[in-house]
Each structure stands twice: as structure tokens, then as C-alpha cells.
């Protein structure tokens, strides 16, 4: 490597690090505050960002907080794909895969009306959609990370995971009183918990909080609804393609290469050569560039700003969840 390939790393290195390791302080507060209060790490994190917001202005922090909510989001993307096998999706037959297809197209569908209806654009309704269908706050990121550039996509996009992550953590909640209301078997529980609750870590803790088997089915179903991410972010890459773009006037690929990156991860992890340490370790490391990322997101964003989106967006999301949870009962009910 020459002289000036090092010297321009290192001038590189020097410039995001204060940003990035602000970040990365951030995430680790807001990881020791959920672990000990139980609440969503991600909301602690866009709430703890949002407290230090006046380090994205102008200063020694903005280009490292601009490289974290950008590049390392994408990373912490692409490594989701260690959590999904084919085999776990197999196991359970061809009716919960039908059920997470159709619960997917549908909402994402029925949101992308309902937000032009409500007068936004319908990117919007499909971002807020592919968070509720998909996996919440990760969904909502990377879609946005696809997703073409916009002056309001970075407010559209903390508001899209504050409201999946309030939404999550009352679901966790509620979700298995509906279920134990209905009467729903044990698996018929996980599936309703893995296909109606927004984010992974509280899918886990209400369907362990029922039974093993229903903690097991959830998990497995959260799973694939998380496998149907490559997909739908394949999707809007080709709606940006389409639109033309970038604020540049540059064509992003028509796949991404973190969208790349999750699907070969999948199919290596579903070839079972990985060990399991390897595999916590990379969930462990996606994990935190998510919450590292989201911490940035947060200090890139202004109260003031987020304050100013008014009832019609919180209307949508609620209605989403609570369209999402009735698809998913009466496809249930029908057989799936």
C-alpha cells in the first residue's frame, strides 16, 4: 500500500472517529439502561442521540456521526442474514411461510394506500409498513438505507422506529392476553406472537413468557417474516431506480450490497458450517452497529422537528399494527 493511501486512512480514520466513538457511547449507555429497565434498547438509544443532537451541527463530530448512521447501519443489515436457515423455515411447513408472505404484501400494501391517502407520500407508507410487517426498527432502517433520498426521510425514518419501538414493547404486552382470549394453541400462539410483534427481542420475550413451544414457534416465524427484508428492500431499491434518484442524480444498484450481504450470510448460515459462538458473535455485532447506527440517527435529528409531524403519522402506524394483528387472526381462523 503507498504513502498516500495510508496517509489519506489514516486522515480518514481521524475524521470519523470522534463522531463514531460518540456513537458508539451512546449505544452503550443505552444498552446498560435496557438491560437494567427493560424497556427497548433502540428507543433508549434515538432518545439518549436526540439529548446530544448539537454534536451533528457543524464541529469534529458530524462527519463521524454522518459515516455511523449511514455505512455502519448498512453493516449491521447485511449481518441480520446470520440469524435466518432454511431449515428453521422448513420445519414448520409451507403454511406459516404462506401466512408471512401474505401478511407482508398485504400490510406493506394496505400501508402505502393508507399514507397517500392521509396526503404523504407513499415511500412513507412503505417504510412504516415494512416496519410493521417486517422486524420493526431494523426494517425501517434499511429500507431507508434503500429507500431514495428525501429532505424529510431522516425525520420520517426516527419517527418510523420510536413508534415501531413503543408499538413492540406494548405488544409484548397485550399480544399474549389476546392470545391466551382467543384460546390459541400453544403453536398457534407463536405464530400469531412471531407474525404480529414488530421487533425480534420482544417477540422472544412474549412467546417464552406463554410456553417453550410457543417461545420456539415465535422465534422461528419472526424469523422469516426477517427473511422477507431482502426482498421488499429489493423492491425499493427498484422504486428509486425507477424514480431516478439520488439527490445526485445517480441510480443506486438495483440490489444493495448490505441487501447482498444478508442473503449470503443466510445461505452460509443455513449451510450449518457455522458454529454457534460464530453465529452469537455476529448477532451480537449486528446487534450493536444497529444500535450504534441509531444512536446517530438520533443526534441527526431535532425535537423540534420530530415534534412537528402531527396526529396523521401516529394514526397510521396504530392502524397498520392493529390492521396487521387482524390479518393475521382471521388467516389463522381460515387455516393457515
Request: charged residues 10%.
Amino acid at each position: 500500500m503507498s504513502a498516500i493511501a495510508l496517509t489519506r486512512i489514516h486522515s480518514r480514520t481521524r475524521e470519523l472517529a470522534p463522531g463514531f466513538i460518540v456513537s458508539l457511547i451512546v449505544a452503550a449507555a443505552a444498552t446498560f439502561l435496557s438491560e437494567h429497565y427493560g424497556a427497548p434498547v433502540m428507543l433508549f438509544a434515538l432518545l439518549l442521540g436526540m439529548a446530544l443532537n448539537f454534536l451533528a451541527g457543524e464541529g469534529v463530530c458530524k462527519a463521524g456521526i454522518e459515516f455511523t448512521a449511514r455505512t455502519v447501519l448498512r453493516i449491521g443489515v447485511a449481518l441480520l442474514g446470520m440469524r435466518i436457515t432454511l431449515e428453521q423455515i422448513a420445519g414448520l411447513g409451507w403454511k406459516p411461510v404462506a401466512l408471512v408472505v401474505t401478511l407482508v404484501v398485504v400490510t406493506i400494501g394496505v400501508s402505502v394506500i393508507a399514507a397517500k391517502l392521509l396526503g404523504f407520500q407513499r415511500l412513507f407508507g412503505m417504510l412504516t409498513g415494512g416496519a410493521t410487517a417486517i422486524c420493526g426498527a431494523s426494517a425501517a432502517l434499511a429500507l431507508a438505507a434503500a429507500l431514495p433520498n428525501h429532505p424529510q426521510k431522516e425525520r420520517a425514518t426516527l419517527f418510523t422506529v420510536i413508534g415501531v419501538s413503543a408499538l413492540s414493547t406494548m405488544a409484548m404486552i397485550v399480544y399474549p392476553m389476546i392470545a391466551n382470549w382467543f384460546s390459541l394453541s400453544p403453536q398457534m400462539a407463536g405464530i400469531f406472537l412471531g407474525a404480529t410483534i414488530h421487533d425480534v427481542a420482544q417477540v422472544v420475550g412474549a412467546g417464552y413468557s406463554m410456553s417453550t413451544e410457543t417461545g420456539d414457534t415465535a422465534t422461528v416465524v419472526k424469523l422469516m417474516r426477517v427473511a422477507m427484508l431482502l426482498p421488499v428492500i429489493v423492491c425499493a431499491a427498484m422504486v428509486t431506480r425507477m424514480q431516478g434518484a439520488d439527490t445526485g442524480g445517480k441510480r443506486p444498484p438495483l440490489l444493495p450490497w448490505f441487501a447482498v450481504g444478508f442473503l449470503l450470510l443466510a445461505c452460509i448460515n443455513s449451510t450449518g458450517w457455522i458454529a454457534p459462538a460464530v453465529q452469537g458473535t455476529v448477532n451480537d455485532l449486528s446487534r450493536w452497529c444497529l444500535v450504534v447506527s441509531i444512536s446517530a440517527l438520533g443526534m441527526k435529528t431535532q425535537l423540534k422537528e420530530l415534534a412537528s409531524v402531527g396526529i396523521k403519522p401516529i394514526l397510521l402506524m396504530v392502524g397498520e399494527t392493529v390492521f396487521l394483528v387482524v390479518l393475521v387472526l382471521l388467516l389463522l381462523r381460515w387455516g393457515f
